[in-house]
């Protein structure tokens, strides 16, 4: 979706005609007759290419997407699925539907746009299955971007699924609260988020008394740095449907207590995936999370996002948190991601199937069998159902953050196989047991084939 939406040309124009309207006014297209080619296609053939053409859904490394051929982005994707509705009145009567799909908001000024496009015409919004928002919100835009999502919304069908992820300003903290409270306190926004991700300083408190308004809400993340004179929350939070809970903190001030708060008052029966975050290794603060949710978790991710402060000295960094523990709470656990450069001790687990090893990039050896060496096989003989161990590049992880092993899972190329992206900030490469930045040299590149 780009901020110059498609409107129905049915009423104002001819069979040569189609009409292309944006926030400030009409164009319209002069096209060729229609040709017994255009009219002669099955509309099932038409869904097909309409498919083909459109980008995925999943949101990665910041605004582009992974691409079907692994080297168009959203935008290009989007501007071919909106010249080949332009064809005739016959394809956008077939593609119209695919356009507005999935709508994703990088800028305010797009929310905007297609909230006007929708009030004009309502059965545009019906066609919106999934809006992510996730563009800067200004403090005196945070009222107006809550009512033209909401109003958005008010058109769309009630399985429309939405995801909050706004870009906040960070030095004042407690303005991601207000807007929170605004979206909450919205008439269609609350029972149609599935995802939120929001910053929470001070507010920790009163931003998780307005959680059980979103009564969908499968994942949330928020970014948690709670001080000493911080009030802890209290009381009962039943999340029915949460699956995934994301918590970036950095273990200082009263973060211990804040952990044992959200352990005892969240109540999360279908949750399956944890992610953990921190600022500072060696961190053991989560504990209580673990305790009383590890049994029903399948995917646990524990990394130490401290890769600036040590990419450019010439000291190791700080050896990871243990897994021993962390394992030995979560019996049913499938995947498990961590960062490490040391070989890590393992316990002996049933389920485990995928190891995802964040892995710095100086301390991959080009001599020897990395994944091996840092997972020996003596120890992964204790891992009976142990399908593999991938290697990802650490210096990737400040462009796909921790979803990264979910959104591009170890089993996604086979032992023969290799998938690579372009973007404009980087090129990523996924080959056997490895993920990384392109930037690797030739030699290293040649060698993963033996990883595993």
């Keep these: 979706m780009d901020p110059t939406p498609l409107v129905n040309p049915s009423n104002s124009i001819t069979y040569d005609e189609v009409s292309d309207i944006d926030a400030n006014g009409t164009k319209i297209h002069q096209v060729m007759s229609p040709t017994p080619i255009t009219t002669e296609i099955p509309v099932e053939i038409l869904c097909i290419i309409m498919e083909l053409v459109m980008p995925p859904t999943q949101h990665f490394l910041d605004s582009p997407v992974i691409a079907r051929d692994n080297r168009h982005s959203r935008v290009f994707s989007l501007q071919t699925l909106k010249n080949i509705v332009l064809v005739s009145r016959h394809w956008y009567n ?25 009030s004009n015409n309502r059965s545009l919004g019906e066609f919106i299955l999934s809006l992510r928002l996730q563009c800067y919100v200004l403090e005196s835009q945070m009222a107006a971007v809550s009512m033209a999502l909401d109003g958005i919304l008010a058109v769309t069908l009630n399985h429309t699924k939405v995801t909050i992820a706004p870009i906040l300003n960070r030095r004042r903290p407690w303005f991601g609260h207000e807007f929170l409270r605004m979206v909450a306190l919205a008439q269609n926004t609350p029972s149609r988020t599935t995802d939120m991700h929001f ?9 998780l008394k307005l959680l059980p308004t979103f009564t969908c809400l499968t994942t949330f993340h928020i970014d948690m740095f709670v001080a000493e004179t911080d009030a802890l929350p209290i009381g009962h939070i039943h999340l029915a449907f949460l699956e995934e809970l994301h918590v970036t903190f950095s273990p200082r001030g009263n973060v211990r207590n804040a952990f ?9 029966p279908s949750l399956r995936r944890l992610l953990l975050t921190t600022k500072v290794p060696h961190s053991t603060v989560f504990e209580p999370l673990l305790r009383k949710f590890g049994h029903s978790i399948h995917f646990v991710s524990l990394v130490s996002d401290c890769y600036h402060a040590f990419q450019y000295n010439h000291f190791p960094p700080p050896p990871p948190s243990p897994v021993i523990p962390l394992l030995s709470m979560c019996p049913n656990l ?61 210096s990737l992880f400040p462009f796909s953050g921790a979803h990264t092993p979910l959104l591009i899972p170890p089993d996604m190329v086979g032992s023969t196989e290799n998938v690579a992206w372009t973007y404009s900030s980087l090129d990523l490469r996924h080959d056997p047991g490895l993920l990384y930045r392109q930037i690797i040299d030739d030699v290293l590149a040649e060698s993963l084939e033996h990883r595993l």
């Design 334 to 394: 499938r995947h498990l991601a961590t960062d490490t450069y040391v070989p890590i001790r393992m316990p002996a687990h049933a389920h485990l199937t995928w190891v995802d090893l964040w892995v710095w990039r100086r301390y991959l050896d080009r001599r020897e069998q990395s994944a091996v060496t840092l997972i020996p096989h003596e120890e992964r003989a204790k891992l009976p159902s142990l399908q593999g161990v991938r290697l990802l590049d650490r």
């Design 199 to 207: 910053s929470i300083n001070p507010t920790l408190i009163n931003t």
């Design 94 to 118: 077939v593609g119209i539907s695919y356009l507005y799909r999935h709508v994703v908001i990088l800028q305010s000024k797009q929310l905007f746009a297609l909230a006007r496009v929708v």
């Design 260 to 268: 044992f708060a959200l352990a005892e008052i969240l109540s999360l």
